[in-house]
C-alpha cells in the first residue's frame, strides 16, 4: 500500500506541495514543533508566520 501512495504522489498533485516541519517556543520556554502540508506557493508565508 505504501508504494501505490508513494507512486501517487511523485505522479499527481502531490508534487505541488510541501511538508513543512517549524520550531515554535511557547510561554513557558519550550519547544515544539509544528508540521503541516502546504502547496509550493505558500511555504515562505508559512514559515514567516508566528
Do not use: W
Not at 33 to 47: C, Q, R, S, Y
Request: glycine fraction near 6%; proline fraction near 0%.
Amino acid at each position: 500500500m505504501a508504494k501505490k501512495v508513494v507512486a501517487t504522489l511523485k505522479t499527481g498533485k502531490g508534487k505541488d506541495f510541501t511538508r513543512v516541519i517549524k520550531m515554535v517556543k511557547s510561554k513557558s520556554g519550550a519547544y515544539s514543533f509544528k508540521e503541516e502540508v502546504v502547496h509550493n506557493d505558500h511555504v515562505k508565508d508559512f514559515l514567516s508566520q508566528k
